[in-house]
């Protein structure tokens, strides 16, 4: 299987448990790992024949706009949701960082792996 990845993705979203989070949105950085046969656009050279990142990454953005989750659990699994649903990827590693949240801490966040990798 390969791998096409998206990494440092800002989305924007309202998130937070705590009134002050829900107070005005906040930007979010996703990472994603795509599994996918990068062998026939390798062979037609043909945007066609391949995950278009642009597109994942788009959709992704437009999720997240509209979303209103408390935690980053909740929209990691729903985008982990979409984006097996709606693209032809049998499995993806998702991280979503959430900055400021600690203030000890650069960042903080989830990592989860969903679909099956051969």
């Not at 037609?44 to 935690?71: G, K, M, P, W």
């Not at 959430?98 to 000890?104: C, H, I, L």
Request: net charge negative.
């Amino acid at each position: 299987m390969d791998i096409i990845f998206i990494r440092d993705l800002r989305v924007e979203t309202l998130i937070g448990v705590y009134p002050q989070e829900r107070q005005k949105r906040r930007i979010l950085l996703l990472d994603l790992e795509l599994g996918t046969d990068i062998r026939p656009a390798a062979a037609t050279d043909c945007l066609n024949d391949t995950l278009n990142y642009q597109a994942v990454a788009q959709r992704i953005i437009e999720f997240a706009a509209a979303s209103d989750c408390h935690l980053v659990e909740t929209l990691g699994e729903r985008i982990a949701d979409l984006v097996l649903r709606e693209f032809p990827v049998p499995w993806l590693r998702l991280t979503l960082r959430k900055p400021g949240a600690v203030r000890e801490a650069g960042e903080v966040g989830i990592l989860i792996e969903r679909g099956r990798r051969d």
